[in-house]
């Protein structure tokens, strides 16, 4: 019996190399050796369909910051006529500095699908990941935002960018950032840190701007300082506040609230805003996108405030149906302001 199973075994095993040899006698390619270690990849590209003749490229890789993940942003392009340079709008995502991911914002139920319908009104729509608290304090979110903005430039002519038309647009946290971004062009504090060593590449793309010619907050956090003072009676930062900081235990310096705080850099000649915040916020305090667009006045730039009533943080109301209703109205206002902002 043995010897009949030895001998089974023996066909089978002959069957199987006869069947390998019957597919195809080529041995597989030997995979390629670089001289030195590769650090790129070479995934396939994922291209993905949308209606209104919109493709999406996910997870593109915009920076790689040593010591980190290789940080990615999805963009939006547009069925363009070939040839075409479109505005370009930079999403950015909340989740309090700590979480949240590029897919996501308030309730909307599918993101992806509202950015790219924005992409086909004529638009190129970006929408990025930044380092969040647990992984780098500020500057480093910020650093991010005004990398893919600059990486976003240096390949205009990839995603059919106008390098001289581009908004930043954000909600709570993501907010803050745009508000950010919009605010300090030109502050080198606040720039990404320079590559080492140096390549032609990165020379190339330092000498890109990060400068934006609008910003649309949802939900925004424009002033830390008055953040921490109205927790003073607990006699500390809050503390989403102070992990995005890095302060620590300790209450956040002064000067350190407001190097990470837009009003901080009001100055008139600041692209416009538009501001939308809901009237019952219990996260963010509505004030904070009144005193911001008082601020912007006061100074000589242009600011516009639309409040929602009855809306807590993210558009959320009492009802399914509020939360869709003022969700609906921030987007509507938000698109009939990037219209005006940049394309007339």
Known sequence: MKKCKSAALAIMTSCVALSAAAAGSAAPAA????????????????RLHFAGGVTGFADVTYETVPGFRPLTLDV??????????????????????????????????DWPGVLASLAARGYTVASLNYRLSGEAPFPAAIQDVKASIR???????????DPAKALVWGGSAGGHLAALAATTCGVKELEPAPAAP??????????????VQGAVTWYGVFDLPTMRA?????GATPPTIAKFLGCGGAPCPAQVL???????????????????????????????????????????????LMMIPGVDHSFVGTTPDATRDASLQALERTIAFIDATLKH
Not at 230 to 234: D, E, G, I, K, T
Request: with cysteine; net charge negative; aromatic share 10%.
């Open 31 to 46: 995979p390629k050796i670089d001289a030195s270690p590769f650090l790129g990849d070479h995934y396939p590209a994922r």
């Open 198 to 211: 140096e390549t032609p590449a990165s020379v190339a793309l330092a000498r890109e701007s990060d400068c």
């Open 151 to 161: 990486f976003l430039r240096a390949h205009a002519a990839e995603y059919a960018i």
């Open 76 to 109: 939006y392009v547009g069925p363009h006529v070939k040839g075409a340079a479109m505005p370009l709008v930079l999403y950015i995502h909340g989740g309090g500095w700590f979480a949240g991911h590029s897919r996501q914002s308030g309730a909307f139920d």
């Open 258 to 304: 407001e190097a990470a705080s837009a009003q901080h850099y009001i100055k008139p000649d600041l692209p416009p805003f538009l501001l939308i915040h809901g009237g019952s916020d219990r996260t963010v305090d509505p004030n904070q996108s009144v005193h911001f667009k008082d601020a912007m006045t006061a100074a000589g730039a242009h600011a516009e």
């Open 230 to 234: 109205a927790h003073a009676a607990v």
